[in-house]
């Protein structure tokens, strides 16, 4: 077996041996396989740093931009870091497994063909909705606050923690809800969750012991959040969107008394929830003692326009505000939180006590000082640069290799709703596109059985993870899934 390469140590490319087949093409994915093959085999080990994207081009004879995006790829995947000073290593986490047989790149594919990927390269781009770049962490900003919040904590801080959250940090998002958000918030309505997902599912639980039986979720909606609700024990009521947004109409109609939406930009659709429906949805909740459960979940994330406020902030006393830093920071972090009535904030800190005795005590302090210090304001400036360069690289690259599609939801998140042209097969566009290497979600499970059949076949794409350049390759790749082989 070749010895793994020494940290720093000076290489050639024959050090790296990385099989690259020109006939083949698609050679940045060819370069992605070899370097996960070198360290799944343990050829390459954590902390190995690699040579500079330039001299691996020169070395290979290929273009920097082919190199570039091989390791934006990784990067992307966690198995490579990179650091401004210390340029690009083999990822901490990762580690050897057992050794398979490298997939050897197809050649001489037809001219009326599309690549196929191999086994390491099924998703050589992937657009799933819902993944921020990681790879966009701002690990100095934020290991610069756990140091800071470190250094001031007072020894008692580290005992069990308020069930609601530390007050420090449920002040400071009170205070960046309040600025930001146009929410009415204050720190005794503020309750620190595990996230979005975990502050539903307790808040599903009360209301079903207030006798809340039914929630009422929008259509289409999130798949991952159904088994969820549904094994909290309530009947799930599905209730169509258009382009204005949850049909309060037919929300009477299912007679819930509490709704879950996400009005600032619909998931899938990305619509947003007109001024009129707004003001019917908050005239229902009060007609019939109800709820609105309000899913914040993308709402830092706007472009075109200014942010439209959150329904919270209309009716705090009916609304509860759900939010989470893990599409602004990294799901990984697992911090989120309720903003609710002063009644109901106490009973979910109550709740906490009672079964997991409140969140990590340190994570708080750390984004109370990331918050405080103005670091997040400065990050999420950061994104929505990058993330609004790579939306409008999608979109337009969309356009053009996808003739007849629409592009909806480009106002805000990080992903695109793209109807497909007429006379597509939705499922097949699906299983065309993993077959070229490109990872898409199609809308039709997210929709109810009773309105899939009807409503326009749509795709999912997230933008986030992929610099431009792949995803411009992505959407070619799309479009030639759709001539090639996915017509109904």
Same mark, same amino acid.
């Given at each position: ?184 918030? =204050? *720190?005794? /309505? @503020? !309750?620190?969750?595990?996230? #979005?997902?975990?502050? &539903?599912?307790?808040?599903?639980? +009360?209301?079903? $012991? ?104 209309? =009716? *705090?006393? /009916? @609304? !509860?505000?759900?939010?989470? #830093?893990?599409?602004? &920071?990294?799901?990984?972090?697992? +911090?989120?939180? $309720? ?105 039709? *499970?997210? /929709? ?41």
């Amino acid at each position: 077996m070749t010895p793994a390469l020494l940290p720093d140590a000076k290489r050639d490319v024959t050090d790296l041996h990385l099989p690259l087949d020109r006939a083949a093409g698609r050679l940045s994915a060819q370069i992605a396989a070899g370097f996960r093959a070198a360290v799944r085999s343990g050829r390459l080990t954590a902390g190995t740093r690699l040579p500079s994207s330039r001299d691996l081009a020169r070395d290979m004879d290929v273009s920097r931009g082919v190199v570039v995006a091989a390791y934006e790829q990784l990067t992307a995947e966690g198995f490579l870091v990179a650091r401004r000073g210390d340029g690009t290593r083999i990822a901490p986490l990762a580690r050897p497994d057992d050794p398979g047989p490298l997939p050897a790149p197809e050649s001489g594919a037809s001219p009326n063909s599309f690549p196929c990927a191999g086994a390491d390269d099924a998703h050589s781009y992937d657009l799933s909705p819902g993944n921020p770049d990681l790879s966009g962490f701002p690990r100095d900003r934020w290991l610069a606050a756990a140091r800071s919040a470190l250094r001031t904590l007072p020894h008692d801080a580290f005992t069990y923690p308020d069930p609601a959250g530390v007050p420090a940090l449920r002040a400071e998002l009170a205070g960046y809800l309040c600025r930001v958000r146009a929410a009415h918030a =204050d *720190p005794g /309505r @503020v !309750v620190i969750m595990s996230g #979005v997902a975990h502050g &539903l599912s307790a808040l599903v639980g +009360l209301l079903k $012991a207030d006798g809340y039986t039914t929630l009422a979720v929008e259509d289409p909606t999130s798949v991952r959040q159904l088994p969820m609700l549904a094994a909290g024990g309530v009947r799930m009521a599905r209730v169509p969107v258009d382009r204005e947004g949850l049909i309060v109409e037919e929300l009477a109609r299912t007679g819930a008394r509490a709704v879950l939406v996400t009005p600032a930009h619909q998931y899938p659709t990305g619509v947003v929830l007109s001024p009129a429906r707004r003001a019917q949805l908050i005239a229902w909740a009060r007609a019939v003692d109800g709820v609105v459960i309000e899913d914040d979940y993308d709402a830092e994330f706007r472009y075109d326009r200014e942010p439209v406020g959150c329904l919270q902030g209309v =009716d *705090p006393d /009916r @609304v !509860v505000l759900l939010g989470s #830093v893990s599409k602004s &920071l990294a799901p990984a972090l697992r +911090l989120g939180w $309720a903003v609710a009535p002063p009644a109901l904030a106490e009973r979910l800190r109550v709740h906490r006590g009672h079964t997991d005795l409140g969140a990590p005590v340190l994570e708080q302090h750390a984004l109370a000082e990331f918050l405080r210090g103005g670091a997040y304001d400065r990050h999420l400036r950061t994104m929505r640069r990058r993330y609004r360069a790579r939306r409008d690289a999608l979109a337009d690259a969309i356009r053009a290799h996808v003739p007849g599609a629409v592009v909806q939801g480009v106002s805000a998140g990080i992903h695109l709703y793209v109807e497909l042209p007429r006379g597509c097969d939705e499922d097949r566009v699906v299983e065309a596109a993993a077959r070229a290497g490109v990872s898409v979600a199609g809308a039709r *499970p997210m /929709r109810s059985p009773a309105r899939a059949d009807a409503a326009a076949p749509a795709l999912v794409l997230g933008y986030a993870r992929l610099g431009e350049a792949r995803l411009v390759k992505a959407a070619e790749l799309l479009g030639q899934a759709i001539v090639h082989g996915a017509r109904g």
